[in-house]
C-alpha cells in the first residue's frame, strides 16, 4: 500500500533538547511539506521541498530544520531555538510540481515540558 | 497574502443538510481545496474548485464563485462520523503551495 508515515505518534522532549520527526513517503511524490497545527489553528507551513536535495522555508521556518537527501524521506529536526514547540505536527507529499491535493501522514504529537 | 474566513464552529443533526462556508481575498487565484480532519488524525482530500460552480461527490459537494471569493462545502444526509474540522485552502499567485483556513469544527448531534 502507498501512503505516507511519521513516527512517532507521541514525543515528549525537556526544553533545551533538539528533537527528529521522521517523515517517509512511497508515493513517489516529488513535494513534499511539514505544517504545524495549534488548537483551533490552521495548519502553518513551515518549510518545504520540491526535489530531492532542495527544500525552502514556508511562513514559521524559524527554529526548525530538514533535510531531503532521499526523494521518499524529509525529517524534521526541532531545535532548542523553537520558543513555542509543542504541536501536532503533519507531514504531507503531492504530486509534481503543480496543483495536486496533499496526502498527509497520521501527524506526530510533540510536548515539550 | 492572503486572508481566509471560516466560520469557527457548527453544529447540526443528524440526517440533517449543513453548508460550510469559506470566504477568502487573494490575488491571482488558482484553486481551492476542502479537507476533512477528524481529531487527532490527518486530514483528508475532499474536493478541488479552480472553476466556478459545484462540483458534487456523493453526500459532499463544493461550490466555488471566483468574482466573489466564496466557496461552500455541502454536506447531506448528515451522519454522526462526519464530525470533524473542515479546512478551506486557497492557492493563488505564482505557488502551487495551498494556505489554510483555521478550519470549521462540525459537531453533528443525534
Known amino acids: 500500500d502507498g501512503g505516507i508515515t511519521q513516527s512517532p505518534k507521541y514525543l515528549f522532549r525537556k526544553e533545551g533538547q533538539n528533537v527528529t520527526l521522521s517523515c517517509e513517503q512511497n508515493l513517489n511524490h516529488d513535494a513534499m511539506y511539514w505544517y504545524r497545527q495549534d488548537p483551533g489553528q490552521g495548519l502553518r507551513l513551515i518549510y518545504y521541498s520540491q526535489i530531492v536535495n532542495d527544500f525552502q522555508k514556508g511562513d514559521i521556518a524559524e527554529g526548525y530544520s530538514v533535510s531531503r537527501e532521499k526523494k521518499e524521506s524529509f525529517p524534521l529536526t526541532v531545535t532548542s531555538a523553537q520558543k513555542n514547540p509543542t504541536a501536532f505536527y503533519l507531514c504531507?507529499?503531492?504530486?509534481?510540481?503543480?496543483?495536486?491535493?496533499?496526502?498527509f501522514g497520521p501527524g506526530t504529537r510533540l510536548t515539550v515540558t | 497574502g492572503q486572508n481566509i474566513d471560516q466560520p469557527t464552529e457548527m453544529t447540526a443533526t443528524e440526517g440533517a443538510i449543513v453548508q460550510i462556508n469559506c470566504t477568502y481575498q487573494t490575488s491571482g487565484f488558482n484553486g481551492l481545496f476542502w479537507y476533512q480532519q477528524h481529531a487527532g488524525e490527518a486530514p483528508t482530500f475532499l474536493s478541488y474548485?479552480?472553476?466556478?460552480g459545484l462540483e458534487e461527490k456523493g453526500r459532499f459537494s463544493s461550490f466555488l464563485s471566483r468574482s466573489k471569493g466564496y466557496s461552500y462545502l455541502l454536506l447531506k444526509e448528515l451522519q454522526m462520523k462526519d464530525s470533524a474540522s473542515y479546512l478551506c485552502?486557497?492557492?493563488?499567485?505564482?505557488?502551487?503551495?495551498?494556505?489554510f483556513g483555521r478550519g470549521t469544527s462540525l459537531i453533528v448531534h443525534p
Open positions: 504531507a507529499s503531492s504530486g509534481d510540481r503543480g496543483i495536486y491535493e496533499q496526502y
Open positions: 474548485n479552480v472553476l466556478d
Open positions: 485552502a486557497v492557492v493563488s499567485g505564482g505557488s502551487y503551495i495551498p494556505t
